[in-house]
């Protein structure tokens, strides 16, 4: 069973840029499925960014040409740069992981991952 402790979150202005960070343990992090999830303040969890095991990625329309999603086997971390951030970014942030999965497949839908961390608050004024 994989533990997920993410970090990076804060507070920017409009613009600015943030890199969250969600590092895996307990696991064979190769063997993973990771994405990124946010919820805002009365609103469902939403699918933000995703990357395969073999590192194929996938990116909400939303957040296309701003985030990117990337791993780093090396360090058991898979990262999400985002860039020129927008109020309608404030949320909590949640990486996931799920290990029961082809090595190419995206997985788009949070009820496909079995992992969950506690969430990186990003706020972004503007």
């Known amino acids: 069973q994989v533990q997920l402790v993410e970090s990076g979150g804060g507070l920017v202005q409009a613009g600015d840029s943030l890199r969250l960070s969600c590092a895996a343990s307990?696991?064979?992090?190769?063997?993973?499925?990771m994405g990124w999830f946010r919820q805002a303040p009365g609103k469902e969890r939403e699918f933000v960014a995703a990357?395969?095991?073999?590192?194929?990625?996938d990116n909400a329309d939303s957040v296309k040409g701003r985030f990117t999603i990337f791993r780093d086997k090396a360090k058991n971390t898979v990262y999400l740069q985002m860039n020129s951030l927008k109020p309608e970014d404030t949320a909590v942030y949640y990486c996931?992981?799920?290990?029961?999965?082809?090595?190419?497949?995206?997985?788009?839908?949070?009820?496909?991952?079995?992992?969950w961390g506690q969430g990186t608050q990003v706020t972004v004024s503007s």
């Open positions: 990357v395969s095991r073999s590192g194929g990625t």
């Open positions: 996931a992981a799920t290990a029961t999965v082809g090595y190419y497949y995206i997985l788009r839908a949070s009820r496909e991952y079995a992992y």
């Open positions: 307990g696991g064979t992090f190769s063997d993973y499925a």
